[in-house]
């Protein structure tokens, strides 16, 4: 068995969404003095690679407290390398049978080479909104991509996170490395904390050969 690491590090600077809190990560004893090493991690439930859960912009949605098979699933690779701006419903309409037996989809777009870089809550690739229309019939858990979100930067309306998390898909962002993965035959996992009321989560997301 081979276990993938599809996450960022969490750490003091790093990126975090325009206008959103940085993260804190300092220690608050250390063996030298306390006997034991303990750190403080402030950061809000939408930072580094993370999922959106229903709740985060449906008041009475689910939350992060749902059973933990909603996190566990069969996966699939969507490669959407050559697609700019708008990912087109034509490349998951190019899957449709694949899609029908998996529990989440991975879209793997490369925009994580920008970790780190001014660019990376740029221009960045989303689903066209035809397409979450389209993904929106599917029985799928999740839908992950290596980006920061599933609507433009700019937008105030969410379309495509509308639609993805009113019909119980779950949205895993800032995935990083899917190029390690095979395009499917394996298994995915995203387990975020059990937080009271919680629209999403930090988690270690990783993919199981």
């Given at each position: 068995m081979l276990v993938i690491d599809l996450s960022h590090l969490v750490t003091n600077g790093m990126p975090v969404f325009p206008g959103t809190a940085p993260i804190v990560l300092k220690p608050v004893a250390g063996i030298d003095f306390e006997g034991i090493n303990e750190l403080?991690?402030?950061?809000?439930?939408?930072?580094?690679?993370?999922i959106d859960c229903p709740r985060h912009i449906i008041n009475g949605g689910f939350d992060t407290t749902v059973s933990v098979g909603k996190f566990f699933g069969k996966g699939l690779l969507i490669d959407c390398l050559k697609e700019k701006g708008e990912i087109s419903l034509r490349v998951f309409q190019a899957h449709e049978e694949e899609i029908r037996k998996v529990d989440f989809l991975l879209l793997y777009t490369g925009w994580d080479k920008n970790w780190d870089k001014p660019d990376y809550f740029g221009n960045f690739p989303v689903p066209a909104v035809?397409?979450?229309?389209?993904?929106?019939?599917?029985?799928?858990?999740?839908?992950?991509?290596?980006a920061p979100g599933f609507d433009p930067v700019n937008s105030t309306s969410l379309p495509v996170h509308?639609?993805?998390?009113?019909?119980?898909?779950?949205?895993?962002?800032?995935?990083t490395n899917l190029k390690s993965l095979p395009r499917n035959e394996f298994m995915f996992s995203c387990l975020p904390l059990k937080i009271e009321n919680g629209d999403g989560c930090p988690v270690r997301a990783v993919g199981i050969i």
């Open positions: 403080l991690l402030q950061m809000t439930t939408h930072t580094g690679t993370h035809d397409a979450a229309d389209y993904l929106s019939g599917f029985e799928l858990k999740g839908i992950g991509i290596d509308n639609r993805l998390l009113s019909h119980g898909i779950i949205l895993i962002e800032n995935l």
